[in-house]
């Protein structure tokens, strides 16, 4: 039984606009797992010039899970982009330093991490705002502005970007939460994978049952 190796930076023979995320990133506070893959029009390498704003004494993380498409010019903008807005003034002085970075709270204009679940396709030109969480298996579509959390398995799109339908019902969905398919063995994966590229729940169900 073979199968892609993840540890590829670009899997695809004679294509370099495509790679495997996690081999290219740099930034130990960009967290990706095995198999999402971006695709970039220009060059993949260009990915973490779209991660903005993501500044090492704030110290926030995108996570981003297994098994995600991420097409080009996807956008992240970090918490490094935000100002209080419930100071008398937006300006932040902490950043310069010189004495001024202990005169107000960097911590209170974050929003936590970033975090993208597993199996998310992210449509070209999107943008994820600084803390949204995206469930598994989230489809944000073209041109979206995401500014709060997407439950999984929903469909969205817009600016900014609205709930446009599940994907499934809600057993189904959390049939998928529970079994988590991602976490399978590459093998178990690879035998599974014309049930996995299906619709057919009976089938899914089959292989948890053996």
């Known amino acids: 039984m073979t199968y892609p190796n993840p540890e590829q930076i670009y899997p695809l023979t004679n294509y370099s606009r495509l790679c495997f995320l996690k081999n290219i990133v740099k930034n130990p506070n960009i967290i990706v797992g095995d198999f999402t893959y971006y695709d970039d029009f220009e060059n993949p390498l260009n990915f ?13 993380k995108l996570i981003i899970g297994k098994f995600c498409a991420i097409a080009s010019n996807v956008k992240f903008i ?9 100071n008398f003034t937006t300006y932040p002085f902490a950043i310069f330093g010189n004495g001024w970075e ?4 960097v911590e209170a204009t974050s929003k936590g991490d970033t975090i993208i679940g597993n199996d998310v396709w992210l449509g070209y030109n999107t943008m994820i705002m600084p803390g949204v969480k995206i469930g598994d298996g989230v489809i944000v579509a073209t041109n979206s502005m995401v500014t709060k959390d997407i ?5 969205v799109g817009g600016n900014p970007a609205q709930i446009i339908r599940k994907r499934f019902d809600d057993e189904i969905i959390n049939f998928l ?9 590459l093998e178990k994966i ?3 994978i014309p049930v996995l590229c299906s619709n057919n729940i009976q089938e899914l169900k089959k292989i948890v049952e053996e």
């Open 177 to 185: 939460l529970e079994l988590k398919w991602w976490d399978w063995t």
């Open 48 to 60: 973490e010039k779209n991660v903005l704003y993501h500044f090492d004494f704030i110290g926030d």
């Open 151 to 155: 439950p999984a398995y929903h469909i």
């Open 102 to 105: 202990d005169k107000m709270s």
């Open 190 to 192: 690879t035998k599974y």
């Open 78 to 86: 970090m918490n490094g982009a935000n100002h209080p807005l419930n």
